[in-house]
């Protein structure tokens, strides 16, 4: 009697230590994320950045001369509408000629020209100056502005613009570098007066080596 007592109990014990491991497994597996969800979890900040990113820095980063990038500049003064444009770099001439001697380089010094065309894309005119806008970024990483002129081979924008929704101008652009600068990058930087607003926007820049 004392034997089947004990056999009953010991066996009791038994079924419930395997209940009790049944039940830690299906825990761990409840506890467990699905496979594959670290992985999502891990993609998704880095995807969440990219999101962040505005357009016209990714054209930035691979933009060359004859890409056309979609700037943004500041709202319009007057009605306060869009103020967008497509702006392209046609042409890059690393050595130029001046069309009037008073603009010759200085001793020590080059010109060059860069030609760009803008189309105003937005719900108010672009108005800006001429060529505050343009630079150039050299392999040091030295920022040249644009000066005042045009090349022999065309002519510059004029001392200011004024391009209406739907208009494109075209026009060059004059720099004054130190004759060993190696120009590496072109740069148009819409409403360049304005500074430090919306920078990223307003900014556009392409490689040329």
């Known amino acids: 009697m004392h034997r089947s007592i004990a056999s009953v109990a010991a066996t009791v014990v038994l079924a419930a230590a395997l209940v009790a491991c049944g039940g830690s497994d299906e825990g761990n597996a409840k ?52 103020v967008t444009a497509d702006v392209t770099l ?27 065309t803008i189309l105003s894309t937005g719900e108010a005119a672009y108005g800006d100056t001429g060529n505050m806008g343009a630079k150039l970024v050299d392999s040091t990483g030295a920022v040249y502005a644009a000066k005042p002129g045009s090349p022999t081979i065309g002519d510059s924008f004029g001392l200011t613009l004024n391009v209406l929704p739907g208009q494109k101008v075209t026009g060059w652009v004059i720099f004054d570098v130190p004759k060993s600068a190696k120009i590496t990058a072109v740069q148009y930087e819409m409403d360049a007066a304005g500074l430090g607003l919306n920078l990223d926007e307003r900014a556009g820049k392409w490689t040329l080596r």
């Open 90 to 116: 046609n042409q890059y001439e690393d050595h130029a000629e001046p069309a009037l001697d008073a603009v010759q380089a200085a001793p020590g010094r080059r010109l060059v020209a860069a030609k760009f």
């Open 31 to 82: 506890a467990a994320p699905p496979q594959g969800a670290g992985s999502s979890d891990t993609a998704n900040p880095g995807g969440e950045q990219t999101s962040q990113a505005t357009p016209t820095s990714t054209q930035q980063a691979g933009a060359k001369l004859g890409d056309t990038l979609s700037l943004r500049g500041l709202p319009g003064l007057s009605s306060g509408g869009t």
